[in-house]
């Protein structure tokens, strides 16, 4: 290490001395972190006052609300925003999409030619040359925002390391927009990288479930944007990912998970303040009081808390509270005969939108519980294995509705959830006698 010595002027008053000696040790400690760590930056000394918009994937050209909110946060009318498209598989017209909207909104975008595409047709576009080009870093300190487009996440954060697999300088520039009160957005694989931990080589949610996640595998290092509390995944509700997402959480110990479904997003201000926003919503996990019982060898968690958030929504990461938007009114008795009477089973808790109906359905019924299964192939690797999701409602368990926008909006917080391995019957079904004598009658 460069040793060296400073001369520090006589007039310097005690307490400028204490500002100047502060802001060395910062500026060595941010050389160390990103000397030692190839993606991760300091964000536990330093306060960020910048602003994550969060997209789920999907996003619409017609969903102004999230367009709006990112131009707003960059500073309204004028805003330069950079926009990044290293993920995308065809980074130019993933580029001018969001080029088009973010500036039919009143932003003031721009391209960065960061993708290992466009080296192929032009030699000197690698992401090595763009990552550390005088121009391109200019341009992005200019910046208010930073907005990442979709595809595979990986992608964006190989685009992003220098050639000794450390925070290049435009992964730097990107940060000290955040901090000094920027905005950086993405959606899809630009939600992905939020969090210090993100999917890579991510299995179908069963095998997830089945066989767990490997660092370096399944999940690898992300951006850490959001701080270290809080994992992120997206495309949630709409794939069913939200069970995915447990594995990966309780092998980096993360207490809480957020998972945003498509077309819509998550405001976060200051790595604390969150807000929903857009078409549909997002599952909050928390696992501070879980348990798993360590005997039983296959995937099981008992005391999760489960909790559905959507348009209008706040949470405060570090109180945990959940404040449903003000036009949502809370449900106080049972709103269906239906449900009254019948008990709430899913055969495929999986599915799409189903984790988010089964929860509704609960908290609008007489019903303590509800319960799923969620099972493969029985010809599959571990094809009897099964898992059963049960819900429960607590004594802090609450439902809000609000049909205010013509659409049902719901938010359901704090049910208890419960995933327990099972094994499945084989064969799991088959066809009655009488199918069986049409079926040779055919034949004949």
Known sequence: MMMFKLSIPMRFTRNALTKFMFAIQAFLFNDQVFANNTIHTDISTQKVKGSLVIIGGALRADNAVVW?????????????????????????????????VLNAHGANSFIVPLSARYAETDPNKTTEQIQKNPYWIAQIEQAQAVYFSGGDQSKITRALLDQHGHASLMLKAIWSIYRQGGVVAGTSAGAAIMSTTMFNNAKSVLTTLKQGVTEGDEITDGLGFIGEQVFIDQHLIIRGRFARMLPAMLKKSYLLGMGIDENTALLVKQQNEVEIIGYKGAILLDLSSAKTDSSNTEFNLQNAQISYLSHGDQFNIATKKISPASDKQLITTPQSEDTDQAPNFQPNILANTVI???????????????????????????????????????????????????AEAFTLINLDLEIQPVQMATPLYHRLDSQKKMLNADKN
């Open 356 to 406: 988010v109906e089964s929860m509704s359905q609960l908290m609008e019924s007489k019903q303590s519980h509800a319960k799923g299964l969620a099972f493969g192939d029985p010809l599959d690797a571990k094809g009897q294995l099964g898992f059963e999701f049960v819900l429960r409602k607590k004594t802090d368990s609450r439902a809000y509705f609000s049909s205010n926008s013509g």
């Open 68 to 100: 709006e909110t990112i131009v707003k946060q960059a500073g309204g009318k004028g805003s330069r925003i950079a926009i990044i498209p290293a993920a995308s598989g065809n980074p130019q017209r993933a580029a001018e999409f969001a080029e088009s």
